[in-house]
């Protein structure tokens, strides 16, 4: 496969064990505590972004919010180098211990930092497809706006909706095995879809990305090197465009 992998989406650390096939990634960390290693980390590959998502933290609790107001002032500076914000979001299926409009708040916060700083936005949506694009139709009529939905297994009419309001979205393989992503599909401008991995281990990264890469190749009719430049046109226009 083509030498243009690209990885819009992980949560790898440890950049020592990345493959050399792997162009370009995107690592996100999601809590304090992974702050500071990402912004150690250096590599020409890497693009950093740095989000505050408790719902999506192992042994969370509502009271853990109290963190994000207490850390604004250092998790701000942290956009100095940053290529984008996030991961954000709503996800539902945490919401009795992080109700939605909590969720709500904070990933319009996110939005906010995205204006401040003019980067792109990282998005994490699992129900509330329609609060999500309320928020992002009030925001986006600020001005010109990039963000990415992530793992994405939002409906056609959603993924119209999103492009319109500058979305971009990455798949792993288990998303393109999903009949709504299939159906949806055609919904997307070829210059807006992106692989993901969506990992955490440098160990498993390429045959994620490569399997990724492969599916969309099959699912929207081009070749799997055709595909591999495709997500990697889109990832730098993403990030760097």
């Known amino acids: 496969m083509s030498a243009y992998l690209t990885d819009a989406h992980c949560h790898i650390s440890d950049l020592a064990k990345i493959s050399d096939k792997i162009a370009g990634l995107c690592s996100s960390a999601c809590f304090p505590e992974e702050w500071e290693a990402l912004s150690k980390a250096d590599s020409r590959k890497l693009k950093k972004t740095y989000g505050f998502f408790p719902a999506l933290k192992i042994g969370a609790q509502p009271g853990d919010i109290t963190e994000w107001e207490s850390l604004m002032p250092d998790f701000a500076r942290l956009f100095n180098d940053a290529d984008a914000i996030g ?31 003019k980067l792109p936005v990282i998005i994490h949506c699992v129900g ?18 990039k963000f990415l939905i992530h793992a994405a297994k939002c409906s056609a009419e959603l993924c119209s909706e999103f492009v319109k309001l500058g979305g971009f979205f990455s798949f792993g393989a288990r998303e393109l095995n999903l009949r709504r992503v ?11 879809i992106l692989s993901e991995s969506d990992s955490a281990e440098a160990s498993e990264q390429l045959a994620m990305v490569e399997s990724a890469v492969g599916r969309i190749a099959e699912t929207i009719g081009i070749s799997a090197d055709e595909a591999a430049a495709l997500t990697s046109d889109n990832f730098n226009e993403l990030f760097c465009g």
Do not use: C, Y
């Open 87 to 117: 991961e954000t979001g709503i996800d539902e299926r945490f919401s009795k211990n992080f109700p939605v409009e909590i969720q709500a708040d904070i990933f319009s916060k996110h939005l906010s930092l995205a204006d401040d700083f």
């Open 128 to 145: 509330a497809w329609g609060l999500l694009l309320d928020i992002i139709r009030k925001w986006t009529g600020k001005g010109e706006k």
């Open 182 to 192: 299939l159906v949806a599909m055609p919904s997307i401008p070829k210059n807006r």
